[in-house]
Structure formats: structure tokens, C-alpha cells
């Protein structure tokens, strides 16, 4: 079963420096996001992708945040310089297109860890 | 009114007994309210999902009841396993899922022997 997956699964950084977190969506999917879960909280929208451009963005998704679709198979999320509170657990998750019934499918996750 | 509540915050249920989530939203442009299953340390998978045009479906031991008017809706789990432990988020999107997914704080659901 094709699935989404996510590298690494694990980040540890210094407050202040640059990380990428990289996904790669199931192949036919088009549209694809990104998600953040705070330990022991629901999970929150940042942003969506369609056609190499940003549909949606949240209020948390602000100019420290950018994403990317490098090549064919690539979504990356970049955050410019982290902060403590960014420490979190990032999802990456992709749908299939705007007339398809598909739902939304998750990968496993990047846990970052800001110190 | 972008919101999305559920109850309980935690659920302990008996072995074989019905395990029962409740959400409600405010918006009713939410066309598509899915639930979806999360372990510890992975990611959410996608459980069952409802469109507001039925009041129900079944997917096995996992039935969605839906009311439009109350603007609620629910997930039952019958015969509930040990297996089914785990933190259950409903969510809500627009333009059949294919839209943003707004979520529910979750439910932490544990069946006893």
C-alpha cells in the first residue's frame, strides 16, 4: 500500500538554526501538507501546496516557515531559525485531488527537538 | 467557528463493550468529518470518514453517526479490543477532504481486559 514518508524521524537542533524536514507524498497525489502536533495536543494546520504554490497558510505558518517541492517527489519544510517553541511533532500529509474522495494521509512524522 | 470539539478528553472501556467519541463544529461549510486512529510516536491514519448527505456508516466495528441539524457527530466502536487503544481525533474539511483538516483536541480510548 503506497504511503507517505517522512526523513528524519527524529531532529535535534539549537534555537536559532536552520532545519528541513523532508516528505516524500504518495506518487499521484497533488496536493499536499503540513502539520505540527505539540506533545500531548491536537494536531494543527500550517500550510497546503498545490501546483508549486501555497493554497493555505495558518497563523502559525509565519516568515520563518517556507516550503518547496524540489523535484517530482520531494516536499520539504524549512524553518528558517527555530525557536524553543517550535519543538514539535511535524506531519506531512498529502491528498489525492480536489474531485476525488480521498482523504488526506499522514506520514510518520519528524519529532524536532529545539534546545 | 473554525472549531472542532470532542468528548471524552480520556474513555476507558471494557473488553467487548462500545467504545463511543462524540464531536461537534460550528461551520457548516464542513462537507467531509473524518476520524482518524493515532498510535504513540506515529502519525494519524485515516479510520473512517462521513459525508453530510448520510446519517451513518459502517466500516467493520467502526460506525460514524452523523447529525446535520445538531451539527454533531460520532464514532462507535463496537466490541472494542485491546487492539484499539489509542488517541482518536475527529476532524472536519471542506471540499470533500481535500481542504485543510481542522481536528478535535482527541481521545485517549483504553479497553481493559
Known amino acids: 500500500e503506497p504511503e507517505v514518508t517522512q526523513t528524519p524521524s527524529h531532529q535535534v537542533t539549537q534555537m536559532g538554526q536552520e532545519v528541513i524536514l523532508r516528505c516524500v507524498p504518495i506518487?499521484?497525489?497533488?496536493?499536499f501538507y503540513w502539520y505540527r502536533q505539540i506533545l500531548g495536543q491536537k494536531v494543527e494546520f500550517l500550510v497546503s501546496f498545490y501546483n508549486n504554490e501555497i493554497s493555505e497558510k495558518s497563523e502559525i505558518f509565519d516568515d520563518q516557515f517556507s516550503v518547496e517541492r524540489p523535484d517530482g517527489s520531494n516536499f520539504t519544510l524549512k524553518i528558517r531559525s527555530t525557536k524553543l517553541e517550535d519543538s514539535a511533532m511535524y506531519f506531512c500529509?498529502?491528498?489525492?485531488?480536489?474531485?476525488?474522495?480521498?482523504?488526506?494521509?499522514f506520514g510518520p512524522g519528524t519529532r524536532l527537538l529545539v534546545l | 467557528q473554525q472549531q472542532v470539539k470532542q468528548s471524552p478528553q480520556s474513555l476507558i472501556v471494557q473488553k467487548g463493550g462500545i467504545s463511543i467519541i462524540n464531536c461537534a463544529y460550528e461551520?457548516?461549510?464542513?462537507?467531509?468529518f473524518p476520524w482518524y486512529q493515532q498510535f504513540p510516536g506515529k502519525g494519524p491514519a485515516l479510520l473512517i470518514a462521513?459525508?453530510?448527505?448520510?446519517s451513518e456508516k459502517k466500516e467493520g466495528r467502526f460506525t460514524i453517526s452523523f447529525n446535520k441539524s445538531a451539527k454533531q457527530f460520532s464514532l462507535h466502536i463496537m466490541d472494542s479490543q485491546p487492539g484499539d487503544s489509542a488517541t482518536y481525533f475527529c476532524a472536519a474539511s471542506m471540499n470533500f477532504g481535500n481542504e485543510k483538516l481542522t481536528f478535535g483536541t482527541g481521545t485517549r480510548l483504553t479497553i481493559i481486559p
Open positions: 462521513i459525508r453530510p448527505d448520510v
Open positions: 461551520n457548516t461549510a464542513f462537507d467531509y
Open positions: 500529509a498529502s491528498s489525492l485531488d480536489r474531485a476525488g474522495s480521498e482523504t488526506q494521509y
Open positions: 506518487s499521484n497525489h497533488l496536493y
